[in-house]
């Protein structure tokens, strides 16, 4: 019997921060496993026909997010700095991420996040994403293999999988049994619906 | 030392629903005193450009919403049944809410709550309007005394005043030192933060 739950992250997205540097610590505590598993908003938003996240379409719901994000950082004891613009461009993390698997992909994806809402740093640069992997103990070489086909295929793929099982925004955790829950504030749900329903 | 906080709920709303049949009891378990205000999401959504909720303008996340709040109130032991049309006309219960006060407003609003998204009713018909009015041991001659002027604008000044605090949704929580909270999932960080800044 193993509980297994996954995790939908993506790089552009505030909430995914501190989901993405807690979730091993809870999970862990209930004895579920987690998959991590990157993909784009960007086109989920698209068929959804937003062109933009909708913290800068609907500007008070943005400045609200702002400050709760303020608050849930500061008691996690997690820094928390805007990047610059908002949302960053993700794909080149993302895709990085999809190279990675097992715990580089976590390691790399926690150096990522800590760069861009921890310290405000441009994530779409390679400079910094290069930096993310040294963090992680990683080669700065993956940035290459990042580029190829198959990975770009790879990540496309991930996001109809999101898509399908009914994705609209994240992070979001999908557990074997096809639930589906949306945002940070929905971590400890998940993963208690995982470890109960395990099978 | 007082601690307090408002609790802006809508009718319409489904989230606010399990918050209105959890807030006191969470409030009394950290000393906090909780100020019900009704509001309407209404013209605070056409502010933003939004002709509809939401939940129907993106049908996924109404998709999720359902199921969500299916899985909350599951967890909770309260009754869901979502009504026909959704989402409900708000503005017949808005008025009697305003026109009470205190603890019969409470009540009423809890009545109100459990015919609606309990028991799947329709609020805007008096007759349920009047059952609801019932429950909470008032009288169904409230709804007269709702169709005045004063009351009518009492809702809009309080709509006002939502919107100027930086609600964007329903329910929204919002503390003396002008903290906002947004959402369910929020009641407990709300409560505790008037808790631990009251003055």
Sequence with gaps: MTATVEFWFEFASTYSYPAAMRIETE???RGVIVEWRPFLLGPIFGAQG???TPFNIYPTKGKYMLRDLQRICAELDLPFVLPSPFPQNSLLCARIATALEG???IRFAQAAYELEFGEGRTISDPLNAAEALRRAGLDPAI??????ESVKMALRAATDEAMAKGCFGAPSFVTPDGELFWGNDRLEAALNWAAKHAK
Excluded: C, N, T, Y
Excluded at 143 to 148: L, N, T
């Design 50 to 52: 937003l062109k933009d």
């Design 103 to 105: 715990a580089p992909r």
């Design 27 to 29: 999970a862990q505590a």
């Design 143 to 148: 940035i290459e293999k990042a580029q190829e």
